[in-house]
């Protein structure tokens, strides 16, 4: 039978090409000489930690880093920003969660979708991907036009079709 995967994945090496062309462009950058402004992007934990002097600082790195993500073809809605942590001498720091692979409830929400459109597909929650499996390519072909239509707010992708 037919199958394909959905799948809510960013490329990491992408995001590390972006933080390195973010740390030029901040030496670069003629309103951050001598500032201690940096950014640390932690693969293992999926998140960016930025942090400057005062919270405007703080708001241009945070442009820089999303601009050049988006430059990489990083999609922003796999990005997650947390709130500003301003310190009472004024220094702030922000931290950006890169979310990989679908959560349970963003994949009840996909899966509920397939379902109400009455194709004649199965779908099967494995780890943090769906499998969707029918009997003919063209229904596979049908969820992917209707999911890519769809906003679910998390990046899918979909890999593995095989017939």
């Given at each position: 039978?037919?199958?394909?995967d959905?799948?809510?994945?960013?490329?990491n090496?992408?995001?590390?090409?972006?933080?390195?062309?973010?740390?030029?462009?901040?030496?670069?950058?003629?309103?951050?000489?001598?500032?201690?402004?940096?950014?640390?992007?932690?693969?293992?934990?999926?998140?960016?930690?930025?942090?400057?002097?005062?919270?405007?600082?703080?708001?241009?790195?945070?442009?820089?880093?999303?601009?050049?993500?988006?430059?990489?073809n990083?999609?922003?809605?796999?990005?997650?920003?947390?709130?500003?942590?301003?310190?009472?001498?004024?220094?702030?720091?922000?931290?950006?969660?890169?979310?990989?692979g679908?959560?349970?409830?963003?994949?009840?929400?996909?899966?509920?979708?397939?379902?109400?459109?009455?194709?004649?597909?199965?779908?099967?929650?494995?780890e943090?991907?769906?499998?969707?499996?029918g009997?003919?390519?063209?229904?596979?072909?049908?969820?992917i036009?209707?999911?890519?239509?769809?906003?679910?707010?998390?990046?899918?992708?979909?890999?593995?079709?095989?017939?």
């Amino acid at each position: 039978m037919p199958s394909f995967d959905i799948v809510s994945e960013v490329d990491n090496q992408e995001i590390d090409n972006a933080i390195n062309q973010a740390r030029k462009e901040l030496a670069a950058r003629f309103d951050f000489k001598g500032s201690k402004a940096a950014m640390d992007w932690s693969e293992k934990d999926n998140k960016i930690k930025l942090s400057a002097e005062d919270a405007n600082k703080l708001k241009g790195l945070l442009e820089i880093v999303m601009t050049r993500l988006a430059k990489r073809n990083v999609d922003l809605r796999n990005v997650e920003r947390k709130d500003q942590a301003i310190s009472s001498i004024g220094h702030a720091t922000q931290e950006l969660v890169i979310k990989q692979g679908l959560d349970g409830d963003k994949a009840k929400e996909v899966i509920k979708a397939v379902k109400e459109q009455a194709l004649k597909v199965q779908c099967a929650l494995q780890e943090r991907q769906i499998r969707v499996t029918g009997k003919k390519r063209d229904d596979l072909q049908d969820v992917i036009a209707f999911l890519r239509g769809k906003d679910f707010g998390v990046a899918l992708g979909f890999e593995n079709f095989r017939d």
